[in-house]
């Protein structure tokens, strides 16, 4: 019987404490092997391109070029790239961003061992990853429901002017009002308004809904970012 090769995976991360944290959890497993690490987008565009990995996990976010960019560029001249993204964020929000970039998989940073490699086998096999809440139908699911959101999403956002998109920015990324304030140079006072300006154009009822719509502002905005 022909001996199995491992699964070569390499991770992008620019937390080397993070990156030594999911080297160790992978060290006993037999079949996967860490081939790199790498810190930037810059430096796993060329390490893949050196090693040809079979998986690579991903940071969502990091310094220069984050992950999502990376991915968009290897995907223009291998669509069979196979990566699973790492973030701290797990929402719907996100994984559809995570899948409309190409990843096959998305964790979240908190994922326990066992799930971290069911997430690596299961990409390496052929198969989509999104958590253990999302089957297969239910990803379709997701995706049917996003297209819709989205769709009205870019009719709005023809309501809104360049301030409230920074406004909608900076919300996206958790500043507060006043952050935002000391940001622009204007009074929180000032900020407040913009905000309760964008919630009423947009028939946004409350603080929770104004986050997640800033949140997929900021998204669609990078999707459409080529």
Do not use: C, W
């Amino acid at each position: 019987m022909a001996e199995t090769k491992p699964i070569r995976i390499i991770i992008a991360d620019d937390h080397k404490l993070f990156r030594s944290g999911v080297i160790s959890l992978l060290d006993d497993v037999e079949d996967i092997i860490i081939i790199a690490e790498v810190e930037s987008g810059n430096e796993l565009i060329e390490k893949y391109s050196e090693l040809m990995p079979d998986v690579m996990l991903v940071d969502i976010s990091m310094p220069g070029m984050g992950g999502i960019d990376a991915l968009k560029i290897l995907r223009r001249n291998n669509k069979e790239v196979k990566a699973i993204i790492l973030s701290m964020y797990d929402s719907d929000e996100y994984i559809y961003y995570a899948m409309k970039s190409g990843a096959k998989g998305m964790l979240s940073k908190n994922t326990m061992k066992g799930e971290l490699i069911h997430a690596i086998k299961s990409v390496h096999d052929g198969n989509r990853y999104f958590g253990l809440r999302l089957t297969e139908d239910k990803i379709k699911e997701l995706e049917k429901r996003y297209k819709k959101i989205i769709s009205t999403d870019l009719e709005n956002f023809e309501e809104l002017n360049s301030r409230d998109k920074v406004v909608l920015e900076s919300i996206s990324k958790g500043l507060t009002s006043q952050e935002m304030a000391d940001k622009m140079g204007v009074s929180k006072k000032t900020i407040d308004y913009y905000r309760a300006r964008i919630m009423e154009r947009l028939q946004i009822k409350s603080s929770p809904e104004l986050v997640s719509y800033a949140v997929r502002y900021s998204l669609i905005n990078k999707l459409f970012d080529e």
